[in-house]
C-alpha cells in the first residue's frame, strides 16, 4: 500500500485580536489569572457572518498553494469541526461549494479536539488503499459566537478561539516520508465531562426555553477532570504511536499537542521527561481552537522552522467524548 503524506499545509484565523483585558471588560476575570492558569494571552474571534467553512476556504488555498497543488487537483474533503456552520449539511459540503469543486465527496467529523488527527487517519486509510489522491484535511471551529462572555461561562470563555488549519494529503513519492501510524480513543463514560447539552434531538424542537434561560447551550467543563485525564492520555497516546510506528521518543524533532492549555503541555513534557521546547506550543496567541488547533500549531512549527524534511513529528491530542489520538509523521 501507498503511504500517505502531508504535502502543504496552511492556517487562517479572524482579523479581529481579543486580550485577556478584552475579556476583562466582559466579565469578571483577569490577564494574571488567564495566563497562569492556561497561558493564554490572546485569541482570534471572527466578525459575525463567518463560519468554519470560510475559514477553511482560506486556509485550504494557502495549504494547496504551499503543497504546490490546484484546486482542481482536490478528490476528497475531511472536514474536522464541532462548531459546523449549520445542524446540517456538515460544513465539508460548504467547503467544497465555496472552493468550486462541482461533485467532489466531502464528510464532517464531529470529534472535538481529536477531530483533526482522526480526519488525518481517515484520510490516510484512503490514500493508502489508493480511492483518493488529493485530499483536504482540515481543522475549523468558530468557537466565540457559542460561548458565554459573561463571569457566569468565564471558566470557559477565556479558552476558547476561533481558526483554521488544511493540510493537504497526497501519496508519498518517498516511502519513508510521511504519515507511519495513527491511534484513536475514545471513552463515552466522560462525555458529560466536556459538552454542549443543547440543541439536542433529545427535546422537542431542539431546545426548550427553559435550557436556554439555563445556559444549557453553552459548552460546560469539568476542568479538574479534563486536566486529569488529558495529563495521562496525552504521553500514553504519544508512547503508543510511537510503538506502533517502530520509533522512540528520543528519535522524536517535535511533539505538536492539541492546544488545550499551557499548563498541560508543559505536563505532558514533564511526564515524557522530554524538554520543554520539543512539546510545541502557540496557544498564547490562538487560545483553543479546538479541531483547529493541531494544524494551525504544525503550519506555525513548519513556518518556524522547527519542522524540517526528514524530521519525526507526533501529532497528539485529547478533548471532548472524551477522545484522543496521536499520529507519528516522517516529514
Ligand atoms: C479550567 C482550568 C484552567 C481551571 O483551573 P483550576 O485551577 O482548576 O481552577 P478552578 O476551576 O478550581 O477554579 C478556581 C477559581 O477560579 C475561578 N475562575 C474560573 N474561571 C475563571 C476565570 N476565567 N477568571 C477568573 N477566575 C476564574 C473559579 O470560579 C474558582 O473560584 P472559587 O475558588 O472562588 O470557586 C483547569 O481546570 C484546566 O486547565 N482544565 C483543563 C481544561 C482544558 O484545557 N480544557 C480544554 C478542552 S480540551
Not at 178 to 188: N, P, R, W
Amino acid at each position: 500500500m501507498t503511504r500517505s503524506r502531508i504535502t502543504g499545509i496552511a492556517f487562517h484565523v479572524p482579523e479581529r485580536v481579543v486580550t485577556n483585558a478584552d475579556l476583562e471588560k466582559l466579565m469578571d476575570t483577569s490577564d494574571a489569572w488567564i495566563v497562569e492558569r492556561t497561558g493564554i494571552r490572546e485569541r482570534r474571534f471572527v466578525e459575525p457572518g463567518v463560519g468554519p467553512a470560510d475559514l477553511a476556504a482560506e486556509a485550504a488555498k494557502k495549504a494547496l498553494a504551499d503543497a504546490g497543488r490546484r484546486v482542481e487537483d482536490v478528490d476528497f474533503i475531511v472536514f474536522a469541526t464541532i462548531t459546523r456552520d449549520y445542524m446540517f449539511p456538515g460544513s465539508g459540503a460548504l467547503l467544497q461549494e465555496r472552493l468550486g469543486l462541482s461533485t467532489v465527496g466531502a464528510m464532517d467529523i464531529h470529534n472535538a479536539c481529536s477531530g483533526f488527527v482522526y480526519a488525518l487517519a481517515t484520510a490516510d486509510a484512503f490514500v493508502r488503499v489508493g480511492q483518493y489522491r488529493c485530499v483536504l484535511v482540515v481543522g475549523a471551529e468558530v468557537q466565540s459566537t457559542g460561548l458565554n462572555l459573561s463571569t457566569a461561562g468565564r471558566d470557559m470563555a477565556v479558552l476558547f478561539g476561533d481558526g483554521a488549519g488544511v493540510a493537504v494529503v497526497e501519496p508519498s513519492a518517498d516511502e519513508s516520508r510521511g504519515v507511519l501510524s495513527c491511534v484513536m480513543h475514545a471513552e463515552g463514560a466522560h462525555a458529560k465531562d466536556l459538552w454542549a447539552e443543547a440543541p439536542t434531538s433529545l427535546v422537542m424542537g431542539r431546545f426548550t426555553q427553559q435550557m436556554l434561560d439555563e445556559g444549557r447551550g453553552y459548552p460546560q467543563m469539568n476542568g479538574r477532570q479534563v486536566f486529569k485525564h488529558a495529563t495521562t492520555r496525552f504521553p500514553e497516546v504519544i508512547l503508543e504511536s510511537l510503538e506502533r510506528a517502530g520509533h522512540t521518543l528520543d528519535e522524536v524533532a517535535l511533539i505538536v499537542p492539541h492546544q488545550a492549555n499551557k499548563r498541560i503541555g508543559d505536563a505532558v513534557a514533564e511526564r515524557l521527561g522530554v524538554p520543554p521546547a520539543k512539546v510545541f506550543q502557540n496557544i498564547e496567541r490562538y487560545g483553543n481552537t479546538t479541531a483547529a488547533s493541531i494544524p494551525i500549531a504544525l503550519a506555525d512549527a513548519r513556518d518556524q522552522g522547527l519542522v524540517k524534511p526528514g524530521d519525526l513529528v507526533v501529532l497528539a491530542a485529547f478533548g471532548g467524548g472524551f477522545a484522543w489520538a496521536a499520529s507519528v509523521v516522517r516529514w
